[in-house]
């Protein structure tokens, strides 16, 4: 059976290679937008969300794949049209206020901006604390003063250098 350009079988095959290459044809993460302005929008994106997995990092930064598969979505979100906070909206929900470098300010993320100082202010009065204790206990332990032989013995080698 013969259709136009080919046989039916050609045209089977050409179908299913078209949808077997769909997948391949999804952004992948660092696939940069064709337009320039969403790309520089996804890009400043990447610099503002952390990565999963290193912690230290941005998704900008990291090879990890997490933070490739984060790329991704971005690309996908903003190629989609969705507004910077919408992405991290999206990101905020399925990863938490963490994955911001930057979080918001709220009795949730407390730990997360005032947990360092808290815990060098600690610290601080802890050394404070043991440093004072041994220094009063060097003045307690003090030496007693000296017996009757001992202070005439001191006073015997004190005239012989004299």
């Not at 179908?15 to 064709?34: K, R, S, Y």
């Amino acid at each position: 059976m013969k259709v136009a350009g080919g046989t039916l079988l050609g045209g089977i095959v050409s179908l299913w290679l078209a949808l077997a290459a769909g997948p391949g044809l999804a952004f992948t993460p660092d696939e940069p937008l064709a337009d320039a302005a969403l790309e520089a929008r996804a890009r400043a994106l990447h610099a503002e969300l952390r990565c999963m997995v290193c912690q230290g990092q941005s998704i900008a930064d990291s090879n990890a794949p997490l933070a490739q598969d984060m790329r991704a979505i971005v690309r996908e979100h903003i190629a989609a049209g969705a507004s910077d906070d919408a992405v991290r909206g999206f990101l905020t929900d399925r990863y938490g206020d963490y994955v911001l470098l930057d979080p918001p300010v709220k009795p949730e993320t407390y730990a997360l901006w005032f947990g360092p100082a808290a815990v060098f202010v600690a610290g601080a009065a802890i050394a404070f604390a043991l440093v004072r204790r041994a220094r009063a206990g060097a003045r307690d332990a003090g030496a007693a003063p000296l017996s009757a032989e001992e202070r005439r013995r001191l006073d015997a080698l004190l005239d012989d250098d004299a």
